[in-house]
């Protein structure tokens, strides 16, 4: 078990170094991009925050920058996927009924 999270690890901090290829052009735009994890599927779950949450040209940043790169360079990864802010659920900060 301890070989597979080095493994998720290592994946990990794979995909930060490629997502720091792309950080200058987000940050350019006010944005910011994250690695949430590894899945068991090693899918890597990708934050886009800042100016990127709700942005249209987002997915497009996601598609043909992100995802290419990642494909390119961390062969080991089966995909990914961007995970946004209104995506979470927040029940701390919802009004009571």
């Given amino acids: 078990m301890a070989k597979a999270a080095a493994e998720v690890e290592d994946l990990e901090a794979q995909v930060d170094r490629v997502l720091d290829e792309m950080r200058p052009y987000i940050h350019s735009h006010g944005g910011e991009v994250n690695v949430l994890e590894i899945t068991e599927e090693k899918i890597a779950r990708i934050q886009m925050v800042g100016s990127c949450n709700g942005c249209p040209m987002s997915m497009l940043t996601m598609r043909l920058g992100i995802e290419r790169l990642l494909a390119e360079k961390v062969p080991?990864?089966?995909?990914?996927?961007?995970?946004?802010?209104?995506?979470?659920?927040?029940?701390?900060?919802?009004?009571d009924a």
Avoid: N, T
């Avoid at 080991?76 to 009004?95: Q, R, S």
């Fill in 76 to 95: 080991e990864l089966k995909g990914a996927e961007a995970v946004f802010v209104d995506d979470f659920e927040w029940p701390e900060i919802e009004p």
